[in-house]
């Protein structure tokens, strides 16, 4: 079961972040980011009210806080980092930090994988790194671009780690994803004021009008997202988060393969070789 959570993770996110791209193409990130939270915060909200889970608040609830402000801090990093700096370096490291955050996590607390599952994990690592495009040559990468990523990596990482603290119930659960989405609705409002605020553009050229024609595929980012951050918490509880967060970490791999079903981007040598080593390390760590 954790296994199969865990790759719903990767459908989901790689899935939202396939459509947060193709909606940030036309409309600014942040207000991509704020929108869709809002949504998710609003259907949240009426889970919460129709579960009666306000029963479950207590301590942990400040794991999803914490979630809730790292999460949007992170990704301003991580797309600062990206128009600073070349793609192809920036974005796997971003995508290894899901990685080895919980990892370190999970074996500090004391969790020791088998050796066939110890080999899945570098498998799908690798695959993970590759899937995301990695950029061997050109021009150097800046100290500040490496700083953000790095920083951006951290964040992904951290909030992994801490959803899967924030609940152990399903209802609860339901709570910990509402407070974690108001979190970033605040956070993200701020930063969305504040870049406004610089004279950048709020809104899409057309204005409201296309953000309303996306209401729908902005309600499935910011949906798909909530699953996502919901499947993780069940695999990290229902098996080890050693397999739970290698396994939610190939959303990389679901993105580029979206791109190449929907859009027909051809996929790099790099980026195919990265597939099949996730599969690989997958198959590993589902047996292990």
Avoid: K
């Avoid at 801090?73 to 980092?81: E, G, H, S, T, V």
């Avoid at 605020?197 to 949906?223: D, I, K, T, Y």
């Avoid at 679901?254 to 790099?270: I, K, P, S, W, Y």
């Amino acid at each position: 079961m954790s296994a199969l959570f865990a790759l719903a993770t990767s459908l989901l996110w790689g899935l939202a972040d396939f459509g947060g791209g193709l909606l940030t193409r036309r409309t600014p990130a942040l207000t991509v980011v704020v929108v869709s939270q809002l949504i998710a915060v609003t259907v949240l909200g009426a889970i919460v009210v129709a579960t009666g889970g306000w029963s479950e608040a207590g301590p942990q609830l400040w794991f999803a806080a914490a979630a809730g402000v790292v999460g949007p801090a992170a990704m301003l990093c991580f797309y600062r980092a990206l128009a600073l700096g070349p793609m192809g370096v920036v974005s796997p490291l971003g995508a290894l930090g899901g990685v080895t955050v919980p990892l370190c996590v999970a074996l500090v607390l004391g969790e020791r994988p088998g050796l066939l599952q110890v080999s899945g994990v570098v498998v799908a690592v690798a695959g993970v790194v590759l899937a995301s495009g990695p950029q061997t040559g050109g021009v150097p990468v800046q100290r500040q671009t490496l700083l953000l990523t790095l920083v951006a990596a951290l964040g992904f990482g951290s909030v992994m780690a801490l959803i899967a603290e924030a609940s152990n119930t399903l209802t609860g659960l339901f709570l910990a994803l509402f407070v974690q989405r108001v979190c970033n609705v605040v956070v993200g409002g701020g930063a969305l004021l504040a870049s406004v605020r610089r004279g950048n553009p709020g809104l899409p050229e057309g204005g409201m009008g296309v953000v309303w024609a996306s209401l729908p595929a902005l309600a499935f980012v910011g949906l798909a997202d909530v699953a996502a951050n919901g499947t993780y918490n069940l695999a990290a509880h229902h098996g080890p988060v050693t397999v739970a967060a290698v396994l939610a970490s190939l959303y990389p791999v679901v993105t580029a393969l979206a791109a190449r079903g929907l859009l027909g981007e051809r996929l790099r040598v790099v980026q195919a070789t990265g597939a099949g080593l996730a599969l690989v390390g997958t198959l590993l760590l589902a047996t292990g």
